[in-house]
């Protein structure tokens, strides 16, 4: 099974409205955490947002928030008031476990385009 | 300025060389990673190092080989054992400890 889904292989979004982009993950340990990273053409990874699994509240970091629903596994991504460098790709990926290497598993990515 | 430098960006070699990767980082960070990256496909893991002088195997370290002699350093070497070498690698540190993984810029192998 996958680890980390995300069902959307594409997306477009018209500048200056808000975007959700979509992942689902699986685990059986309480404790994980919940990482966004986007990468832009030139294919660095830059990381985005975090959210662990026993925080209360959903992360927030400038114009990205995380939609955390521990329920139903999921941790969407925001992005309000898109931009035309918001266009990249966007992975979601989890990282489980608490003490020692904790390994990082990735989503197959979303790619966004920000239409003008 | 602080980060981590992959070098080249891009690699050419031909089928039946080995080719080694380079990863250096200023960082100061414990840990550091190999990812392998092929189109329409996420980040796969192929060897991490915790500390100096130790490393670990990830899912696809088949026909791969790492060294952590310096703390800064962490190269790969992509060996002719490795059945489709061609991808997009990517190296990422962090702090022991912590969860977020800092990327270099990549290096993109082509093997023909």
């Known amino acids: 099974a996958q680890k980390i889904t995300q069902t959307q292989p594409g997306m477009f979004v018209q500048e200056k409205e808000a975007v959700t982009l979509d992942c689902t993950y699986d685990?059986?340990?309480?404790?994980?955490?919940l990482f966004w990273y986007k990468q832009p053409s030139s294919g660095e990874m830059i990381f985005l947002i975090y959210?662990?699994?026993?925080?209360?509240q959903n992360a927030t970091e400038g114009r990205y928030s995380l939609n955390f629903q521990k329920a139903r596994k999921s941790a969407n991504l925001v992005i309000s008031a898109s931009q035309l460098g918001d266009s990249a790709m966007y992975f979601c990926?989890?990282?489980?476990?608490?003490?020692?290497?904790?390994?990082?598993?990735f989503g197959t990515g979303t790619k966004l385009q920000v239409i003008p | 300025d602080g980060g981590i430098t992959q070098s080249p960006k891009y690699l050419f070699r031909k089928e039946g060389q080995n080719v080694t990767l380079s990863c250096e980082q200023n960082?100061?960070?414990?840990?550091m990673y190999w990812y392998r990256q092929d189109p329409g496909q996420g980040l796969r893991l192929i060897y991490y190092?915790?500390?100096?002088?130790?490393?670990q195997k990830g899912d696809i370290a088949e026909g791969y080989s790492v060294s952590r002699e310096k703390k800064e350093s962490f190269p790969l070497t992509v060996t002719s054992a490795q059945k489709n070498p061609t991808a997009f690698y990517l190296c990422?540190?962090?702090?022991?400890?912590?969860?977020?993984?800092?990327f270099g810029p990549g290096t993109r192998l082509t093997v023909t």
């Open positions: 990422a540190t962090s702090i022991r400890d912590t969860y977020e993984q800092y």
């Open positions: 685990t059986s340990d309480p404790s994980y955490g």
């Open positions: 959210q662990g699994s026993y925080d209360q």
């Open positions: 990926a989890m990282r489980e476990g608490l003490r020692g290497y904790q390994k990082v598993t």
């Open positions: 960082l100061n960070h414990d840990a």
């Open positions: 190092s915790q500390i100096v002088n130790d490393f």
